[in-house]
Nanobody, 127 residues
């Protein structure tokens, strides 16, 4: 019932910054808990960050704490991931996801409860 489209990925040098966007198709976006996930070649998908409908961050992976932040602009139906001090290890396909908060809660850091997914945007960090 909600379509998600990521953008903002690209290629940057280590230490650089990128801001990813996830545009939602409907106002119902405001009622969903949202998350960012990433998957590198040969590795399993991992949770990066999650945010509640109110804008409170509910999850931030240990590997990105202090460097990444998640926020949302409900007026624009858009979710963001600000990535600073990027490292080569951050290179991955980044996807945003939406889910019912009642289903998402309790599974922080995992994809459990997320029903809608974007197509992903590639982030490549060179050394």
């Amino acid at each position: 019932q909600v379509q998600l489209v990521e953008s903002g990925g690209g290629s940057v040098q280590a230490g650089g910054s990128l801001k990813l966007s996830c545009a939602a198709s409907a106002d119902s976006y405001r009622s969903y808990c949202m998350g960012w996930f990433r998957q590198a070649p040969g590795k399993e998908r991992e949770g990066v960050a999650a945010i509640h409908t109110t804008g409170f961050t509910t999850y931030l992976g240990d590997s990105v704490k202090g460097r990444f932040s998640i926020f949302r602009d409900n007026a624009k139906n858009t979710l963001y991931l600000q990535m600073n001090s990027l490292k080569p290890e951050d290179s991955a396909m980044y996807s945003c996801a939406a889910g019912e908060c009642a289903l998402v809660r309790g599974g922080e850091g995992t994809s459990r409860g997320y029903s809608y997914w974007g197509q992903g945007t590639q982030v490549t960090v060179s050394s």
